[in-house]
């Protein structure tokens, strides 16, 4: 960041009938927070800016008589800090409050309304690269760069003060061009800081700046192509930031779903996946050397539906941003999620994901010999697992099955098969094989295998809709979430189930 103007820099006023304002209207390279994004203005960023006719104003008022104009009365001066400017202010009461307000400190700093020619994005801060003109500077309670300043200099030339904004919020103004700072296509719309906050604001009822508008309106042109149908013209995806914070935690949930691999691919497409490589082979000197075989299988997912409808107080409204993502964060994984959760492991494939536990047939289960499961049980289902499948094998049951049926189980020598393992934080290992606990699948059953060769697919995000009739009587908003998703065996050799007999 830049340093902040000392008074040494500036120059001082030899005439003593004047009162004049001195400081910098824009400082190159220093970052601003607007809303949730940061922003820079680049050193040389207005070598083809149109300097030559602009006002100074204070707050922006640019209805009002200006204090100020180019070329005569206001001067700009474009350095290495940044834009530099000088004005004369005129013998009226307005002036003379503006002038002792900026030598009280009440106006703290400048900023300037303008129009971008050219930016960049590198994550979430915008660079602007090139102005194209600045139609005003203003002097302002809160300024727009926490480098800018502004001064005061009496009749004798003597500077009396300075201001400097530290911290304060950035406004847009109205001429600066509202979807300047927006990605082209929609699905880069759903990542912007923009959209996020149009979302939430949406959802709350608050109303949106020109720039919210803009990208509110590209992300639901992303709506209108995918496979959603909805009911209202509130509808909306959430953001790319939401979505991945509400798949990371339903993730670190435990569960199948944490060692299942995540697509996002669009429904009804074949999407090649390479199972494990044929073993390699002895070779004679001089012998023509075959390429390497592998085995591809495809996975096609289908597009069904998961609704779920929530209510919550209207007390919604004086939500801050982040406090409301965090609350609708959780309520999507606790229904959305969780619901994919439970079709990774019990899905009957009709109008709904595909389970795991539907991939078995004799060839790939294991009936114990009584109605319990033994060692030598486990020990055949380890044995039963096809070539290739057990580098990451993992055992899948629920918590009372590992404690009922595992915990006292023994070898043939005596020692316990599963071992726990709180010092790396997991549950344990039986037979040396990682175990995952979810209580989504039943008592007594036990599935052994690669759960990377088990996916589901979330194409589109999730969809909300708004509803207010609620609130008339129950002072309730309705929220509706809308999420197309599939799941299902993408290999059923990679698989195992282990069950006592009937």
Not at 135 to 163: C, L, W
Not at 336 to 350: C, K, P, Q, R, S
Not at 405 to 411: A, C, L
Not at 471 to 495: E, G, N, Q, T
Request: include cysteine; charged fraction near 25%.
């Amino acid at each position: 960041m830049i340093e902040k103007m000392e008074v040494s820099e500036m120059t001082p006023v030899e005439d003593d009938t004047q009162m004049k304002l001195e400081g910098y209207a824009l400082v190159f390279d220093s970052p601003a927070k607007i809303g949730e994004y940061e922003e820079k203005i680049t050193n040389g960023a207005l070598e083809s800016c149109d300097l030559s006719d602009v006002g100074l104003f204070v707050n922006h008022d640019s209805a009002s008589i200006p204090l100020a104009r180019t070329p005569n009365t206001l001067t700009l001066e474009v350095d290495e800090k940044g834009l530099k400017f000088t004005a004369e202010l005129p013998d009226t009461e307005s002036a003379r409050e503006v002038y002792e307000s900026v030598k009280r400190g009440d106006l703290r700093g400048c900023s300037f309304a303008f129009d971008v020619d050219s930016e960049e994005w590198e994550g979430n801060t915008r660079i602007i690269t090139s102005i194209s003109r600045i139609y005003e500077i203003s002097v302002v309670f809160q300024p727009a760069y926490e480098d800018t300043a502004v001064e005061t200099r009496n009749k004798g030339g003597k500077m009396e003060d300075k201001a400097i904004g530290k911290n304060a919020q950035k406004y847009f103004f109205g001429r600066v061009d509202a979807s300047a700072a927006m990605p082209e296509t929609s699905s880069d719309i759903l990542t912007t800081a923009e959209y996020r906050s149009a979302f939430y604001k949406t959802l709350q009822g608050k109303p949106l700046s020109a720039r919210e508008e803009t990208a509110m309106t590209k992300g639901r042109a992303e709506l209108r192509a995918n496979e959603f149908s909805t009911s209202t013209n509130t509808a909306a995806i959430i953001p790319t930031a939401t979505l991945d914070e509400i798949v990371k935690k339903a993730r670190k949930q435990g569960g199948i779903m944490e060692h299942c691999r995540a697509f996002s691919v669009p429904s009804k497409i074949a999407v090649p996946v390479t199972t494990p490589a044929e073993k390699a082979a002895w070779h004679v000197e001089g012998a023509a050397v075959e390429s390497e075989k592998v085995t591809p299988t495809t996975v096609n997912f289908d597009g069904n539906e998961i609704i779920k409808v929530f209510s919550i107080s209207t007390k919604v409204q004086q939500m801050s941003i982040s406090a409301f993502e965090s609350y609708l964060t959780d309520e999507l994984e606790s229904c959305v999620m969780e619901t994919i959760g439970d079709a990774l492991v019990n899905g009957t494939g009709n109008g709904q994901g595909t389970g795991i536990l539907t991939a078995f047939d004799s060839d790939n289960t294991v009936t114990a010999s009584t109605s319990s499961i033994g060692y030598a049980d486990v020990v055949k289902t380890v044995s039963k697992l096809k070539r290739g499948y057990s580098g990451g094998a993992k055992w899948l049951m629920n918590n009372a099955t590992l404690w009922t049926v595992f915990y006292q189980m023994i070898d043939g020598n005596q020692r316990p098969i599963f071992i726990a393992d709180a010092q790396n934080e997991k549950v344990g290992k039986i037979l040396g094989f990682d175990v995952v606990i979810d209580d989504n699948v039943a008592d007594n059953v036990v599935i052994f295998g690669n759960f990377q060769y088990m996916g589901y697919n979330l194409p589109s995000g999730i969809v909300i809709e708004t509803s207010r009739e609620s609130s008339f009587k129950s002072a309730l908003i309705d929220y509706r979430a809308l999420a197309i998703a599939d799941c299902k065996p993408i290999v059923p050799d990679a698989f195992v189930k282990l069950v006592p007999k009937s």
